[in-house]
């Protein structure tokens, strides 16, 4: 979930909380687009000198609410290769309780940005592919995050890969291998619902792969607006039961801790 300061969301952490109230959560997390080095897409993230502000804001509603609904406090930050002292420092910065990594450039494209959207053209849509995930296992493979969301976010516009590529397949079991070695959660995302793609993220294929392997789901919604929150929850449950996943990720104070699925 995410506030204001990124630029491209609305409603406060209260309304946030309020609509996970009113839907029976118990427990929501707030990861905000993590300020990044100067120069690196700022019209999608907070600066840096607000994120002292954006936590004094999720600690005091997470606060005012204790009786009612826990808050976890977290970032969404961004990787891609030599950003890791950045991050690191950053994630000293503060008690967090979850990290989620994710990655929106492939070198110095924007992939998921609407803005961008006619540098598609002329793509190698199977190379865009490989190198994708060839970035998310190294996402993973940094271990400086807990979740690594959306993790095939290169569908968001609908552009897919020959049928059947080895290519493709191949890099989506290397990043899915980098993830389980590297004791990460995977993020199940309805966010792809709500794109052109009209799909969850990541494909069914990759969750059934994921599940295989053992590695741990978190839910996210990825909501930038209030009437967002735990938007689609009963599609991602429903789709990780038939990939024979029981339980997801809660993180407290960067430990995780697996609770069962209960309605789907």
Same mark, same amino acid.
Request: hydrophobic share 40%; charged share 10%; proline share 0%.
């Given at each position: 979930m995410h506030t204001p300061r990124c630029n491209h969301?609305? #409603?406060?952490?209260?309304d946030? $909380?309020?609509s996970a109230l009113a839907q029976g959560m118990r427990e929501i997390g707030i990861s905000d687009h993590a300020p990044m080095p100067a120069g690196y897409d700022p019209e999608w993230r907070m600066r840096r000198e607000e994120l002292a502000d954006y936590c004094s804001e999720v600690e005091q509603v997470a606060g005012q609410l204790r009786s009612e609904l826990t808050i976890r406090l977290a970032l969404e930050a961004d990787f891609y290769p030599g950003a890791e002292p950045w991050l690191r420092e950053l994630s000293a910065a503060h008690d967090w309780d979850y990290?989620? #990594?994710?990655?929106?450039?492939?070198?110095d494209w924007g992939f998921d940005n609407p803005d961008l959207l006619h540098q598609w053209h002329g793509r190698e849509i199977?190379? $865009?592919y490989c190198d994708y995930f060839a970035l998310v296992a190294a996402s993973a493979e940094s271990r400086l995050f807990e979740i690594i969301g959306h993790p095939d976010l290169i569908k968001k516009f609908g552009h897919r890969p020959p049928a059947g590529s080895r290519k493709v397949a191949q890099a989506e079991m290397a990043m899915l291998e980098a993830?389980?070695?590297?004791? @990460?959660? &995977?993020?199940?995302?309805?966010? #792809? &619902?709500r794109k052109p793609v009209g799909e969850i993220y990541p494909h069914a294929r990759i969750i059934a792969e994921a599940a295989k392997l053992g590695i741990p789901f978190a839910y996210g919604s990825d909501a930038h607006a209030p009437q967002e929150?735990?938007?689609a929850m009963h599609s991602c449950q429903t789709l990780l039961a038939a990939c024979g996943v029981r339980d997801v990720a809660?993180? @407290?104070?960067?430990q995780r801790n697996m609770l069962p699925i209960v309605a789907f």
């Open positions: 969301a609305s #409603g406060s952490v209260l946030y $909380a309020q990290w989620i #990594g994710s990655v929106h450039y492939v070198g199977e190379q $865009a993830v389980r070695d590297a004791g @990460c959660a &995977l993020e199940i995302s309805s966010a #792809g &619902l929150v735990g938007h809660s993180f @407290c104070q960067r």
